[in-house]
Nanobody, 123 residues
Framework: QVQLVESGGGLVQPGGSLRLSCLASGGTFGRHATSWFRQAPEKEREFVAG????????YYTDSVKGQFTISRDNTKNTVYLQMNSLKPEDTAVYYC????????????????WGQGTLVTVSS
């Protein structure tokens, strides 16, 4: 069973950057499409970005296109989310999720989740 652990969150000023990491253990990570979701206070968890098993295909929600970049290194069992030009509205807990199939954009389609990492964008 694949287990996911996120890291890299923290406090950053508006306009700053962060890189989140999702480290997988306990399985064949390269067989899993992996995505990042986020949940802001009192809001639903939403899809942010996804990457296919081999890393060739990526998908982003419209609000982060050109701002966030998802990538993966299967030799390190890690998926990354590079976040640039951060805004206060990007403040949320960011979750890594994986599924042994193609990228999906709804949370119910993912059966593997990390515990989340908090990103706070504030001056």
């Amino acid at each position: 069973q694949v287990q996911l652990v996120e890291s890299g969150g923290g406090l950053v000023q508006p306009g700053g950057s962060l890189r989140l990491s999702c480290l997988a253990s306990g399985g064949t990570f390269g067989r899993h499409a992996t995505s990042w979701f986020r949940q802001a206070p009192e809001k639903e968890r939403e899809f942010v970005a996804g990457i296919s098993r081999g890393g060739l295909n990526t998908y982003y929600t419209d609000s982060v296109k050109g701002q966030f970049t998802i990538s993966r290194d299967n030799t390190k069992n890690t998926v990354y989310l590079q976040m640039n030009s951060l805004k206060p509205e990007d403040t949320a807990v960011y979750y890594c999720a994986a599924r042994a199939a193609a990228i999906a954009t709804t949370r119910d389609e993912y059966d593997l989740w990390g515990q989340g990492t908090l990103v706070t964008v504030s001056s």
